[in-house]
């Protein structure tokens, strides 16, 4: 492997650096939106779930000690 002196390392990362392409600041409220949107969908789902499983197993348990 070839050696790579501290200014030609340098000099590449700045190269690297000068090809990044930030998003513009609509990308970024629009990104932040839909990030929100869905964890809040995804986070209501499975407390859905959770909710319907906790039912379920409170359901059995009742019918297993005969109080259901």
């Known amino acids: 492997m ?3 002196s501290p200014t030609e390392f340098f000099r590449q ?3 690297e650096a000068g090809k990044i392409v930030w998003p513009t600041s609509r990308e970024t409220v629009m990104t ?3 990030v929100v949107i ?7 789902f499975f407390f859905g779930i959770d ?5 379920i197993v409170r359901m059995l348990l ?7």
């Open 2 to 4: 070839a050696k790579t």
């Open 32 to 34: 932040t939106i839909m």
């Open 38 to 44: 869905m964890t809040s969908t995804l986070g209501l």
């Open 62 to 68: 009742g019918l297993a000690t005969g109080q259901g």
């Open 13 to 15: 990362v700045r190269a």
């Open 51 to 55: 909710s319907l499983f906790g039912w």
